[in-house]
């Protein structure tokens, strides 16, 4: 039976766009044929205060592009920075770097799981990923004062060193997770309705994700195994044991899965860091770009500078963030700001492949297999 | 010899000069050529297009592209130099899937017109948004208001009058 061709509104205020994120859907019945997605309702024009800071205060404005995990985007503005200038940074304040991105991958899985789960319809693991990610954000705010946006690494370093009984709470809360990952899975991998719901739906192929330009997890979902902390390592990674997660088969499943592993990969690079981590400063004493005539007595510009130029130039520097591959191109005119600030998002080049994937397929595989792409809107938006 | 510099030996006419980005590979294109270099690119196997950057020097615009190989581990970074009067280039889509969105929003930011792109409207900002905020000559001083007309669509006006509650 011929029927009429339905144009759909989904969102932009919709429980499972994670935000505000509009879908145009042109339905055939209950299939959908065509899906546009609309965006920019978040949009703050990050790139252009950017051009309006100096280096160390845009910090604070990478914190609020993707909220759930802002370390890696503190960091990789602040690697592209360094590589700019030719910052050095001491090895203690690599390590606790890393160790504050891993804990935020896990944190962002957690929140991945819970959303994921909740908008399939099941309410109970939102309050579990919700439970433990709470134990993650109170270390984040005793290391750092705040919960969710931390402006915490900058360029030379992090900003404060481990408070005392970090690492004992830490390890507290590690020992707790590894468990945890254990009942997730068995509560939900095995589930009936879930398997329905997640099994070949939103499938894409290894060859076509590349092309739509997926990165991270949702990549690996599709059997390529890729990871920059691998294949350009940076910071103390290449020293670091860790496999990388894969599933060949593409659909929204073996992108849930490989969330899964990489959850109990980071607490293994957590528990290697948390043994390791060696003494020394957590901040450089690099007296970047200070004349010496200037005055200042060394004991109060002990620490990096506020204000500093780096040289004239341009830089591209991306890292493995928990959704995909974070890049900035930050280029320098050889003034106190930047010249221009490029953020390349994960969640903006992974939402790409979104329309191709649900085009024949029903609303709550739309909703299964975005979830499963895992997008935050302040990153798709910027 | 690094990927650039192997555009540069067989395809001497096309690359006008070849360097770093840092620490990437870069060669600089003849915009004309853009398209049929990428497609030799993609055959080397640069098979991820990563970013799309346009960036206003006031008296010109640059475009750089930077590319992937998963299989070679290897960057590569194309610049294409850009007159300040309608700059406008080949897409990429047709290689690349992802250039749509890129393009897209270079388009929408920084007003460089991408010539054979199926769909080249604004992505973040609303249609009917005046300029493009990412030029250097962008008027950060005029108000625009968005509101939801009737279809859904947005609507954009310079006239906050009607919205607004302060005088």
């Given at each position: 039976?011929?029927?009429e061709?339905?144009l759909?509104?989904?969102?932009?205020?919709?429980?499972?766009?994670?935000g505000?994120?509009?879908?145009?859907?042109?339905m055939?019945?209950?299939?959908?044929?065509d899906c546009?997605?609309?965006?920019?309702?978040?949009?703050?024009?990050?790139?252009?205060?950017?051009?309006?800071?100096t280096?160390l205060?845009f910090?604070p404005?990478?914190d609020?592009?993707?909220?759930?995990?802002?370390?890696?985007?503190?960091?990789a503005?602040?690697k592209?920075?360094?590589?700019?200038?030719?910052?050095e940074?001491?090895?203690?304040a690599?390590?606790i770097?890393?160790?504050c991105?891993?804990?935020n991958?896990?944190?962002?899985?957690?929140?991945?799981?819970g959303s994921?789960?909740?908008?399939?319809?099941?309410?109970?693991?939102?309050m579990?990923?919700?439970?433990?990610?709470?134990?993650?954000?109170?270390?984040?705010?005793?290391?750092?004062?705040?919960?969710?946006?931390?402006n915490?690494?900058?360029?030379?370093?992090?900003?404060?060193?481990?408070?005392?009984?970090?690492?004992?709470k830490?390890?507290?809360f590690?020992k707790d997770?590894?468990k945890?990952?254990?009942?997730?899975?068995?509560?939900?991998?095995?589930?009936?309705?879930?398997?329905?719901?997640?099994?070949n739906?939103g499938v894409?192929?290894a060859?076509?994700?590349?092309?739509y330009?997926m990165?991270?997890?949702?990549?690996r979902?599709?059997?390529?195994?890729?990871?920059?902390?691998?294949?350009?390592?940076?910071?103390?990674?290449?020293?670091?044991?860790?496999?990388?997660?894969s599933?060949?088969?593409?659909?929204?499943?073996?992108?849930?899965?490989?969330?899964?592993?990489?959850?109990?990969?980071?607490?293994?690079?957590l528990r290697?860091v948390?043994?390791?981590?060696?003494p020394?400063?957590?901040?450089t004493t690099?007296?970047?770009?200070?004349?010496?005539?200037t005055?200042?007595p060394?004991?109060?510009?002990?620490?990096?500078p506020r204000i500093?130029t780096?040289?004239?130039?341009e830089?591209?520097?991306?890292?493995e963030?928990?959704?995909?591959?974070?890049?900035?191109?930050?280029?320098?005119?050889?003034?106190?700001?930047?010249?221009?600030?490029?953020?390349r998002?994960?969640?903006?080049?992974?939402?790409v492949?979104i329309?191709?994937?649900?085009?024949?397929?029903?609303?709550?595989?739309?909703?299964?297999?975005?979830?499963?792409i895992?997008?935050?809107?302040?990153?798709?938006d910027r | 010899?690094?990927?650039?510099?192997?555009?540069?030996q067989?395809?001497?006419?096309?690359?006008?000069g070849?360097?770093?980005?840092?620490n990437?590979?870069?060669?600089?294109?003849?915009?004309?050529?853009?398209l049929m270099i990428?497609?030799?690119?993609?055959?080397?196997?640069?098979?991820?297009?990563?970013?799309?950057?346009g960036i206003?020097?006031?008296d010109h615009?640059?475009?750089?592209?930077n590319?992937?190989s998963?299989?070679?581990?290897?960057?590569?970074?194309?610049?294409?130099?850009l007159?300040?009067?309608n700059?406008?280039?080949?897409?990429?889509?047709?290689?690349?899937?992802?250039?749509?969105?890129?393009?897209?929003?270079?388009?929408?930011?920084?007003g460089i017109?991408f010539?054979?792109?199926?769909?080249?409207v604004?992505i973040?900002?609303?249609?009917?948004?005046?300029?493009?905020?990412?030029?250097?000559d962008?008027?950060?001083n005029?108000?625009?208001?968005?509101?939801?007309?009737?279809?859904?669509?947005?609507?954009?006006?310079?006239d906050?009058?009607?919205?607004?509650?302060r005088?």
């Amino acid at each position: 039976m011929e029927t009429e061709q339905l144009l759909l509104n989904m969102g932009p205020v919709h429980p499972s766009t994670h935000g505000v994120l509009r879908f145009k859907l042109r339905m055939d019945g209950e299939i959908i044929r065509d899906c546009q997605v609309v965006m920019g309702y978040l949009h703050r024009g990050t790139e252009k205060l950017g051009e309006m800071k100096t280096y160390l205060q845009f910090v604070p404005y990478t914190d609020r592009l993707d909220y759930i995990a802002a370390m890696p985007n503190n960091y990789a503005y602040v690697k592209a920075v360094e590589e700019l200038a030719g910052i050095e940074v001491p090895e203690r304040a690599e390590f606790i770097r890393v160790l504050c991105m891993e804990l935020n991958r896990v944190v962002n899985h957690l929140v991945f799981l819970g959303s994921l789960l909740l908008d399939l319809g099941a309410s109970t693991p939102i309050m579990y990923g919700f439970r433990e990610r709470e134990k993650a954000l109170q270390l984040f705010e005793m290391l750092c004062g705040a919960r969710m946006t931390f402006n915490y690494i900058k360029p030379g370093g992090v900003r404060e060193d481990l408070p005392e009984g970090f690492i004992p709470k830490l390890n507290e809360f590690m020992k707790d997770m590894e468990k945890r990952v254990d009942d997730y899975e068995q509560l939900i991998n095995g589930n009936e309705i879930f398997l329905l719901r997640m099994k070949n739906i939103g499938v894409i192929s290894a060859e076509e994700a590349v092309n739509y330009g997926m990165t991270g997890p949702s990549l690996r979902g599709s059997g390529v195994k890729y990871d920059i902390r691998r294949l350009e390592p940076y910071s103390i990674y290449p020293d670091l044991d860790f496999k990388v997660c894969s599933y060949p088969e593409g659909d929204s499943y073996a992108r849930y899965m490989v969330r899964i592993d990489e959850m109990r990969e980071s607490l293994h690079i957590l528990r290697q860091v948390a043994d390791n981590m060696p003494p020394g400063k957590a901040a450089t004493t690099q007296r970047y770009g200070i004349a010496p005539e200037t005055g200042i007595p060394s004991s109060v510009m002990s620490y990096f500078p506020r204000i500093f130029t780096p040289p004239p130039g341009e830089v591209y520097s991306r890292i493995e963030a928990p959704k995909g591959e974070l890049g900035f191109y930050v280029v320098s005119d050889g003034t106190t700001k930047p010249y221009r600030i490029k953020i390349r998002s994960p969640s903006f080049c992974n939402l790409v492949a979104i329309p191709s994937m649900i085009v024949g397929l029903k609303i709550p595989d739309l909703i299964a297999a975005f979830g499963t792409i895992d997008v935050v809107l302040g990153d798709v938006d910027r | 010899m690094n990927a650039a510099e192997e555009l540069k030996q067989s395809f001497p006419e096309s690359v006008t000069g070849v360097g770093l980005q840092t620490n990437k590979p870069l060669a600089v294109i003849k915009k004309e050529d853009l398209l049929m270099i990428a497609g030799k690119v993609k055959e080397m196997g640069f098979d991820n297009l990563s970013v799309v950057t346009g960036i206003d020097y006031v008296d010109h615009f640059e475009v750089i592209y930077n590319f992937f190989s998963y299989n070679n581990k290897q960057n590569l970074a194309l610049k294409v130099i850009l007159e300040r009067e309608n700059p406008a280039v080949d897409s990429l889509f047709s290689l690349y899937k992802v250039a749509d969105w890129l393009e897209r929003e270079t388009y929408d930011l920084v007003g460089i017109r991408f010539s054979g792109h199926p769909n080249l409207v604004r992505i973040l900002l609303p249609d009917g948004w005046e300029g493009h905020p990412l030029r250097k000559d962008y008027d950060m001083n005029k108000e625009q208001w968005v509101t939801i007309g009737e279809d859904g669509e947005d609507i954009v006006s310079t006239d906050g009058s009607g919205i607004l509650r302060r005088k």
